[in-house]
């Protein structure tokens, strides 16, 4: 079975810019999650969806936002980017997203100029 | 506030011990434990799990143990081997929030 797949998996943008992250879930699974890792801080929980339906979300600024297709693929998307976005940004999914083990991606290394 | 915390952030054995890296949590909604395991530039890769019904969890090498009442988990590598150096982050789901929360990781090195 396949993995998690995210792509880019490497960023370059400039500050004020916007850019789109791509996730593809494991086939199967309906619950996909965002997080953010920054150096020296754990994973920061930004977004879960499940069936097109955001069902929680993490403590970011509205630039964050996100979506998700029929198909359980999603994308978030970051506008007016700033300095401090500069991250990985890994995309996890789970079956249903209750009590369910969830599986990551490689993550898209986003570096903001 | 920080509900799941890993407050070793590194750890050094040498191989062939055992590897004891521990966390500890603060909301008692969580009902669900997770172990990772992340290597440089890579998404984490998960190891093992336990629901709060148990209080053991044995997969191989690695067995998870839960102490409830003192809201700590604690994940035991045995033997530890020089592949396990990692950055290992335990996280936790409480029921119907559809969220993990992550602690900070430690850093192991397994010395050979």
């Known amino acids: 079975k396949a993995g998690v797949t995210q792509t880019p998996r490497y960023l370059i943008k400039t500050r004020g810019q916007q850019v789109t992250l791509s996730c593809s879930p494991i086939?199967?699974?309906?619950?996909v999650s965002w997080y953010q890792q920054t150096p020296g801080q754990g994973l920061q929980f930004l977004f879960e969806?499940?069936?097109?339906?955001?069902?929680n979300k993490g403590n970011f600024p509205g630039r964050f936002s996100g979506r998700q297709f029929s198909n359980s693929r999603s994308e978030m998307n970051v506008s007016t980017l700033e300095l401090g976005d500069s991250a990985l940004y890994l995309c996890?999914?789970?079956?249903?997203?209750?009590?369910?083990?969830?599986?990551f991606g490689p993550g898209t290394r986003l570096t903001v100029l | 506030d920080q509900q799941v915390k890993q407050n070793s952030p590194s750890l050094s054995v040498q191989e062939g011990r055992i590897s004891i890296l521990n966390c500890d949590y603060t909301?008692?909604?969580?009902?669900?434990f997770l172990w990772y395991k992340k290597y440089p530039a890579e998404g984490p890769t998960f190891l093992i799990s336990?629901?709060?019904?148990?209080d053991k969890n044995e997969d191989g090498r690695f067995t998870v143990f839960l102490n409830k009442s003192a809201k700590h988990l604690s994940l035991h590598i045995v033997p530890s081997q020089p592949g396990d150096s990692a950055v290992y982050f335990c996280?936790?789901?409480?029921?119907?929030?559809?969220?993990?929360?992550f602690g900070t990781g430690t850093r192991l090195k397994v010395l050979a």
């Open positions: 996890a999914s789970s079956r249903d997203g209750i009590t369910d083990t969830q599986y």
């Open positions: 086939s199967g699974h309906r619950s």
């Open positions: 969806y499940f069936s097109e339906t955001q069902r």
């Open positions: 909301n008692s909604m969580f009902d669900y």
């Open positions: 336990i629901s709060s019904i148990k």
């Open positions: 996280a936790a789901s409480a029921g119907g929030t559809y969220k993990y929360i």
